[in-house]
């Protein structure tokens, strides 16, 4: 791994071709070209805003936590509760939508159809076991839908929403515990929707990779060892696959056969080691680590675990982004690495 520049952003949202949007504290950054726009976010608690100005108090307080989604230029946003809508030709930021118990959603798990339609589900501590809704918008973010939702008492959270090609359905990854692990497979209205697993551990993931024959993805336990799943389309069998260092939060692809995922350090017993592991692997069988990043000394409960994700967008091997947390020098950073 060749690491060609050092980024200080916290978080790589979406790069493909002259586009990169990233993101530092309540600021980002919408660069294309040599043109770069700057979009400020709300932050009307003056405590906060104070915090804010300091990267260790950011980190404790989740205040540089948001989500960036891509489409057709504009962004749909996602801070401290609050989806936004920004139209890139105006330059304007209208406020869409209020989440119900989250801050933020996973990063990479708002996903769209090929017609437009954007999905996302809420994803927050929900200690008391809430109804969990499903989001959808048919105009590109600028409106609305709780098109489903999760009955109180059945999931935790939504981990990602994912449009399978092959199927023309979306699939929806919950967790956390015994009985909340489960994919979802529904058609774009929600009006048929199917329920696949049994609520264990190895349904536990957020993120999915399809194939024509078969649906790949990485389990995210702390709670017990981590693996490749492959499930069979056609029989529903699943498939134990390597064994990961850890619970894997992000993937990312590069072509057909080419992907990229990080394992996180986390607590529990399925964290095999101190580390974030970057893994590749060009024919999803065969994974292998090629950097491990050491957590930082600062404590897991307040100060975040060790973390790696990818920015959304098309993206070869020679020209990678990453982003990290809590590790060892690089927390808070973005990195433009060679992988090849």
Known sequence: MQIIEKLNREIIHFVEKDTVISSKYRKIFYTTGSVEHTIKLPEV???????????????????DKCNVFYHEKNLVIIRQGIVYYYDHITQKLEETLKLRNCRNVMHQSINCTPEGYIYFGEYG???????????RSIDGGKSWEEIYTFPAKSIKHVHGCYYDKFT????????????ESWILIANKDFSEVKKIGDGQQKYRTCSIIFTEDKVHWLMDSPIEPSYHII?????????????????????????????????????????LDNNAHLYITKDLKNWEVIKQFEKDNLTMKYFKFGVIGFADGKQTLEEVYIFLEALKGLD???LLCNLS
Do not use: H
Request: aromatic share 12%; hydrophobic share 35%; with cysteine.
């Open 125 to 135: 501590a929900n200690d008391a076991r809430g109804t969990v809704p499903i989001y």
């Open 168 to 179: 023309d359905k979306i699939w929806v990854c919950t967790g956390d515990f015994k009985d």
């Open 231 to 271: 499930f069979d389309r056609k029989t529903e069998a699943i498939e134990i696959g390597q064994k990961l260092m850890g619970p894997a939060w992000y993937t990312k692809k590069i072509d057909e056969n080419t992907y990229l995922a990080g394992t996180t350090r986390e607590i529990g017993p399925g964290v």
């Open 332 to 334: 808070g950073k973005s």
């Open 45 to 63: 608690n003056i405590i906060k805003r104070f915090f804010g100005l300091f990267r260790i108090s950011r980190r404790l307080l989740r205040l």
